[in-house]
């Protein structure tokens, strides 16, 4: 005999359970409310009864005529409690960033020989480092800025992680509490050794060396310890310095590799000892990241046996060095084939380096690619612990959806996910347009250099341009020192023309892919059209608007060196709208909840490459129509007969510089 789950089921068996599996619970009721319709029959029970089993294991199964979850503790109860949200009541794992609508029904019948046994994970602790996280920072949701983050933790759990750095600096402190409530582990940046105050806030006035200080130091540790020790913590080991930067740039007495590494030793023996006094089973990891790894890799560093080692991509998703500044010596970022140590990683869907990488785009190399580096991750038994920077998630959704299930299930098919995650959210009728389009967007991306994984993303079309203007405007006699990792170029004419020929080539690549995926759009229907509006299509034009504005925008550059400083004035200035039109592009997505989710865009910042070119716009405007600014005027504002008479010089108050734009674009645009 079937069961029935309808809007009366009531949910028992709550006694003795933890404030993190009552969250759920509630979940799965306002699930309950959204799904089904009023019904005057009486529903089946949901219980929740404990049972001996692995932790963060749990069975569904139809038992005395109501559903039972059973589990041992509460990630086991809570991913349970997700499984019938996903299950039967058809709500997937990011339905609240994606705008889903489930189907409304009466109720859902459940066979009585219906039975679910869940399989461990392939990864041990697995989750996300919300990161750069400027978007979820000012952003509300009913009014609620917490609401954001109670989201986005619960999103995590519905894709069974367990594990969380919940946000950056202040945020990390902050929210932490909230993760912890929820279920989650709690990790810590690479930067924030046991989630302890940064020194330089603690003591702004003091140099942060800890040579000078190791007793401030050490009080900052043992507070943080002290104030996590009722949470369940994936303790982070380490020592950087107080900007993400090596920590000898704040204490130059640290100048070998032998000093460096003897400190990092000594520091990261200090805190393991610290952590294991108070709990011996404590996990405990350290981020072999950017110049830590060289470290490691030259046998400076010397750790315990028991700690995670945390190996980290490049900010592309290659698994070598990431590039800092100039410096990018790629050294492989795995661990020794057949080794058995406790290995994990640390891995971008999004990332930011003020050079080329993506933040308010999706990661801009394949989801085979992706793959094919986890699966390496795999192979060199890289699964004790996974950390996903996700940055604002909404943006990334895909590639997060994606290693969700690498980590749920130890493998992926590209094809296959892509064809699945379209159908789930943007619907059936839409799954192969949708899939299709998705496929292409690497395809599609520019690539900068020769490594298979030199692909740019959006800041590749505002930091460099922006890069080159202020190079421009302080400097013409030199080229820029920070594009070195892109460029051989002698000067700033050949630095410009190089970004010229990348970004013309990129931005009529992507009038190509808008104009299809225009074509899609006008062919979806449903809730998924406007969805491929908010995601795919958004992108895709805030690739072609930025590239667009970034080639006239060297355009602008050669025309000054070249002493045509109207032309570049002029081309200056329909960059700036080429920008302005790809701000506009995101905020005009900001519709229902996502009101001002795009207020805050500051990283990438396309608003500021506007704000910049328009002081460019005056910077030109000086050196050709300077000091006294009345030619140009006169060139687009006087008819002809009164041009050349120059009794008066100007009849009229001087222009503006953007009213003068307006003008020339209005006679010759």
């Given at each position: 005999?079937?069961?029935?789950?309808?809007?009366?089921?009531?949910?028992?068996?709550m006694?003795?359970?933890s404030?993190?599996?009552?969250?759920?619970v509630?979940a799965?009721?306002?699930?309950?409310a959204?799904?089904?319709e009023?019904?005057?029959?009486?529903?089946?029970?949901?219980?929740?009864?404990?049972?001996?089993?692995?932790?963060?294991?749990?069975?569904?199964?139809?038992?005395?005529?109501r559903?039972?979850?059973?589990?041992?503790?509460?990630?086991?109860?809570?991913?349970?409690?997700?499984?019938?949200?996903?299950v039967?009541?058809?709500?997937?794992?990011?339905?609240?960033?994606?705008?889903f609508?489930?189907?409304?029904?009466?109720?859902?019948?459940?066979?009585?020989?219906?039975?679910?046994?869940?399989?461990?994970?392939?990864?041990?602790?697995?989750?996300?480092f919300?990161?750069?996280?400027?978007?979820?920072h000012?952003?509300?949701?009913?009014?609620k800025?917490?609401?954001?983050?109670?989201?986005?933790?619960?999103?995590?759990?519905?894709?069974?992680?367990?594990?969380?750095?919940?946000?950056?600096?202040?945020?990390?402190?902050?929210y932490r509490?909230?993760a912890?409530?929820m279920?989650?582990y709690?990790?810590?940046?690479?930067?924030e050794?046991?989630?302890?105050?940064?020194?330089?806030?603690?003591?702004?006035?003091?140099n942060?060396?800890?040579a000078?200080?190791?007793?401030?130091?050490?009080?900052?540790?043992?507070?943080?310890?002290?104030?996590?020790?009722?949470?369940?913590?994936?303790?982070?080991?380490?020592?950087?310095?107080?900007?993400?930067?090596?920590?000898?740039e704040?204490?130059p007495?640290?100048?070998?590799?032998?000093?460096?590494?003897?400190?990092?030793?000594?520091?990261?023996?200090?805190?393991?000892?610290?952590?294991?006094?108070q709990?011996?089973?404590?996990?405990?990891?350290?981020?072999?990241?950017?110049?830590?790894?060289?470290?490691?890799?030259k046998?400076?560093?010397?750790?315990?046996?028991?700690?995670?080692?945390?190996?980290?991509?490049?900010?592309?998703?290659k698994?070598?060095?990431?590039?800092?500044?100039?410096?990018?010596?790629?050294?492989?970022?795995?661990?020794?084939?057949?080794?058995a140590?406790?290995?994990?990683?640390?891995?971008?869907?999004?990332?930011?380096?003020?050079q080329?990488?993506?933040?308010?785009?999706?990661?801009?190399?394949?989801?085979?690619?992706v793959?094919?580096?986890?699966?390496?991750?795999?192979?060199?038994?890289?699964?004790?612990?996974?950390?996903?920077?996700?940055s604002?998630?909404?943006?990334?959704?895909?590639?997060?959806?994606?290693?969700?299930?690498?980590?749920?299930?130890?493998?992926?098919?590209?094809?296959?996910?892509?064809?699945?995650?379209a159908?789930?959210?943007?619907?059936r009728?839409?799954?192969k347009?949708?899939?299709?389009?998705?496929?292409?967007?690497?395809?599609?991306?520019?690539?900068?250099?020769?490594?298979?994984?030199?692909?740019?993303?959006?800041?590749?079309?505002?930091?460099?341009?922006?890069?080159?203007?202020?190079?421009?405007?302080?400097?013409?006699?030199?080229?820029?020192?920070?594009?070195?990792?892109?460029?051989?170029?002698?000067?700033?004419?050949?630095?410009?023309?190089?970004?010229?020929?990348?970004?013309?080539?990129?931005?009529?690549?992507?009038?190509?892919?808008?104009?299809k995926?225009?074509?899609?759009?006008?062919?979806?229907?449903?809730a998924?059209?406007?969805?491929?509006?908010?995601?795919?299509?958004l992108?895709?034009?805030?690739?072609?608007?930025?590239?667009?504005?970034?080639?006239?925008?060297?355009?602008?550059?050669?025309?000054?060196?070249?002493?045509?400083?109207?032309?570049?004035?002029?081309?200056?200035?329909k960059?700036?709208?080429?920008?302005?039109?790809?701000?506009?592009?995101?905020?005009?997505?900001?519709?229902g909840?996502?009101?001002n989710?795009?207020?805050?865009?500051?990283?990438?910042?396309?608003?500021?490459t506007?704000?910049?070119?328009?002081?460019?716009?005056?910077f030109?405007?000086?050196?050709?129509?300077?000091?006294?600014?009345?030619?140009?005027?006169?060139?687009?504002?006087y008819?002809?007969?009164?041009?050349?008479?120059?009794?008066?010089?100007?009849m009229?108050?001087?222009?503006?510089?953007?009213e003068?734009?307006?003008?020339?674009?209005?006679?010759d645009?």
């Amino acid at each position: 005999m079937n069961i029935m789950i309808n809007k009366n089921s009531k949910i028992t068996g709550m006694d003795g359970k933890s404030e993190a599996v009552r969250r759920a619970v509630e979940a799965l009721r306002r699930d309950m409310a959204l799904v089904f319709e009023e019904s005057a029959e009486e529903g089946s029970d949901i219980c929740l009864i404990k049972e001996t089993m692995e932790p963060e294991q749990f069975v569904l199964q139809v038992e005395n005529g109501r559903l039972e979850v059973q589990a041992a503790e509460e990630l086991g109860f809570i991913y349970g409690i997700y499984e019938i949200s996903r299950v039967f009541l058809g709500i997937p794992a990011f339905w609240f960033w994606m705008d889903f609508v489930p189907d409304k029904k009466k109720e859902v019948r459940i066979p009585d020989t219906s039975f679910y046994h869940s399989e461990p994970c392939a990864v041990k602790y697995r989750g996300w480092f919300i990161n750069d996280e400027v978007l979820l920072h000012t952003w509300c949701v009913d009014r609620k800025k917490d609401k954001p983050w109670e989201m986005a933790f619960e999103t995590l759990l519905r894709c069974r992680g367990n594990t969380v750095i919940p946000g950056t600096d202040r945020n990390a402190g902050y929210y932490r509490k909230l993760a912890s409530e929820m279920g989650l582990y709690i990790a810590h940046h690479h930067a924030e050794p046991l989630g302890a105050e940064m020194f330089a806030r603690a003591y702004p006035e003091l140099n942060p060396s800890y040579a000078e200080y190791p007793e401030k130091f050490q009080k900052l540790w043992e507070d943080a310890v002290a104030l996590q020790k009722d949470m369940k913590v994936v303790w982070n080991l380490g020592f950087r310095g107080q900007g993400d930067c090596p920590f000898w740039e704040n204490d130059p007495q640290y100048a070998t590799d032998e000093a460096r590494g003897e400190l990092l030793s000594r520091l990261i023996r200090m805190q393991y000892d610290l952590v294991k006094e108070q709990n011996p089973n404590a996990v405990c990891s350290t981020n072999l990241y950017g110049e830590v790894m060289e470290l490691y890799r030259k046998g400076k560093i010397a750790l315990p046996e028991d700690v995670i080692k945390i190996w980290a991509d490049n900010g592309y998703g290659k698994m070598v060095s990431r590039r800092q500044n100039n410096h990018n010596p790629r050294i492989p970022a795995l661990p020794e084939e057949g080794n058995a140590e406790q290995n994990g990683i640390y891995y971008h869907v999004s990332f930011y380096d003020l050079q080329a990488a993506n933040h308010v785009t999706m990661l801009p190399n394949s989801a085979e690619f992706v793959i094919k580096e986890l699966n390496e991750v795999f192979r060199r038994n890289g699964k004790d612990l996974w950390l996903i920077n996700c940055s604002n998630i909404k943006p990334h959704i895909y590639f997060l959806d994606l290693i969700a299930q690498m980590w749920r299930k130890g493998t992926a098919d590209a094809e296959v996910h892509r064809h699945e995650y379209a159908r789930c959210y943007y619907g059936r009728e839409n799954e192969k347009k949708v899939a299709d389009c998705i496929s292409q967007y690497a395809e599609y991306a520019v690539k900068y250099g020769v490594h298979e994984d030199d692909h740019a993303g959006e800041q590749f079309a505002n930091h460099v341009a922006r890069m080159l203007m202020s190079q421009m405007m302080c400097d013409r006699t030199q080229r820029c020192s920070g594009l070195l990792w892109a460029t051989d170029a002698d000067d700033l004419r050949g630095q410009a023309a190089w970004y010229e020929t990348l970004c013309e080539e990129a931005a009529i690549r992507y009038a190509t892919y808008l104009e299809k995926c225009e074509r899609v759009r006008m062919d979806l229907s449903g809730a998924g059209k406007r969805l491929f509006e908010d995601t795919v299509l958004l992108q895709v034009s805030l690739f072609q608007n930025c590239y667009q504005g970034a080639a006239l925008a060297a355009k602008s550059i050669l025309a000054t060196l070249d002493g045509a400083y109207r032309t570049a004035f002029y081309l200056a200035g329909k960059a700036r709208k080429a920008y302005l039109s790809a701000d506009e592009a995101m905020r005009s997505r900001e519709h229902g909840k996502w009101h001002n989710f795009y207020a805050n865009e500051c990283l990438t910042d396309v608003k500021q490459t506007a704000w910049l070119l328009e002081n460019m716009m005056g910077f030109v405007r000086n050196l050709g129509d300077g000091p006294h600014f009345y030619e140009w005027q006169r060139e687009y504002l006087y008819p002809e007969e009164d041009r050349r008479v120059l009794l008066i010089l100007n009849m009229d108050n001087h222009l503006r510089d953007l009213e003068l734009f307006e003008l020339m674009e209005e006679r010759d645009g």
